[in-house]
């Protein structure tokens, strides 16, 4: 695809939906941006005029046209500081690009040196893979458009907001009045630093995220991110495998159900509200009294009901049985979790040794199987769960030695 041609396009994509989101009296109270969704925040927080932003995106991305087939990017599922560690002996000519969430980090920099430490952290029990673009952003190879970005942009005029920005080039508010070209020269050069910005937001008080764009890619990095605070709304405006209605206005009754203000006169015009029917209990019986006489009868004890599976704990169904067993009990309920997750009837159809991302898996699916899990499970398992063990499989080896290690103490 064309960097000139996308990159335009998720930029009117973060816009309207932000539009969107306040149409429904949903205001942003601070904004942070993943690179070029910096330039989308900076138009939505009002330091730069939809003109200068549409500006920025549209040149910017024309300069990276000159980097195509000379770099490559790849994902880790790893931190920062080890990725960084590993990296050494490809320094010169791969870096760490991108800092997404605890066990999330991008590199960028030249193939070839690329191909090598991927397959370096494949050996290494890490994952990690290409992903489907042929530049390198944040890297050194920027540098050979450096003229050409800020002198197309020179006149790009910011102004300081009153909605607070969280730079991801710094790591934490700054004054939008920078955000000139030369700022957005270095935010395509300089290392993404979404992780610490999103960190000191939680550190100022904010709870409640709402990702801009057609399909969540960073809801899962700041799940993880804030799954030990209190109180923590983190949902997608969108969803490539839904119709856009019933994702946005999903997404919109997410954060109504988690305490969130929202315009529903907006939304739903002048439509008006009917009364639901009375639930079954709530009704009144007139059948006359039976004048017939019960009569106590001794009937056989019906089984009891810890016999039905669905009626005990996965911990309790565990007990006592051999050790294969039970990783065999372990992985149909992670199948049959799974299977919820994704709308189907039964886990029999999902293959236990296929990645995730391979049977429709993405980062909020992923999410809420990791919740399910640890609600049926007991076990505190970590948002990126799915990420760090990719197939059923390896999420029920993990789940299962988990609970060993809980019964062990």
């Known amino acids: ?19 969107l989101w306040r149409s429904w009296g949903v205001e942003p109270a601070a904004v942070v941006g993943h690179s070029q969704g910096e330039i989308a925040a900076a138009y939505v927080c009002g330091a730069l005029s939809l003109r200068d932003a549409a500006k920025v995106v549209a040149l910017r991305s024309k300069a990276l046209v000159g980097l195509i087939g000379h770099g490559a990017m790849a994902s880790v599922t790893e931190s920062a500081g080890l990725v960084e560690a590993r990296l050494a002996p490809w320094k010169d000519r791969v870096g760490v690009a991108v800092v997404n969430g605890p066990h999330s980090v991008v590199v960028s920099g030249e193939p070839a040196a690329l191909d090598e430490f991927v397959e370096k952290m494949k050996a290494e029990g890490v994952q990690a893979k290409r992903i489907s673009v042929d530049y390198a952003s944040h890297s050194h190879q920027v540098a050979r458009v450096r003229d050409q ?47 610490p910005a999103v960190r000191r937001m939680v550190d ?18 700041v799940e993880e991110m804030v799954e030990d605070v209190a109180d923590t709304v983190v949902t997608a405006s969108s969803r490539r495998d839904r119709g856009e209605v019933e ?31 009375t639930y079954a209990f709530q009704r009144q019986r007139y059948w006359l009294a039976s004048t017939h006489t019960a009569v106590a009868v001794d009937l056989p004890a019906t089984e009891d009901p810890a016999h039905d599976d669905h009626l005990v ?30 709308g189907h009837s039964s886990g029999e159809s999902l293959d236990p040794d296929q990645e995730f991302k391979d049977i429709g898996f993405d980062s909020l ?45």
């Open 1 to 19: 695809a064309r960097v000139d041609v996308v990159q335009p396009t998720l930029f009117s994509v973060m816009v309207s939906t932000a539009a």
């Open 204 to 221: 100022d008080g904010f709870r409640v995220f709402v990702e801009m764009g057609p399909h969540p890619v960073l809801t899962s990095p």
């Open 149 to 195: 970005v800020t002198q197309s942009l020179a006149d790009v005029s910011a102004r300081t907001s009153t909605v607070p920005f969280y730079s991801t080039l710094h790591g934490r508010t700054i004054d939008t009045a920078q955000l000139n070209g030369g700022y957005w020269y270095d935010n395509l050069r300089g290392r993404v630093l979404f992780e």
């Open 365 to 409: 699916l992923s999410v809420e199987l990791s919740k399910r899990l640890a609600a049926t499970t007991g076990l505190k398992l970590r948002a990126n769960l799915v990420l760090r063990y990719p197939s059923p499989r390896l999420v029920a080896r993990h789940v299962r030695a988990s609970m060993a290690t809980c019964d062990a103490t």
């Open 313 to 342: 704990s996965l911990a309790d169904r565990l007990v006592d049985l051999p050790e294969a067993d039970a990783e065999a009990l372990v992985l149909e309920h992670v199948l049959e979790k799974a299977a919820v997750v994704l």
């Open 247 to 277: 994702a946005v206005v999903g997404s919109l009754a997410h954060l109504y159900a988690r305490g969130g203000a929202v315009n529903w006169s907006a939304l739903y015009g002048e439509r008006q509200r009917v009364d639901l029917p």
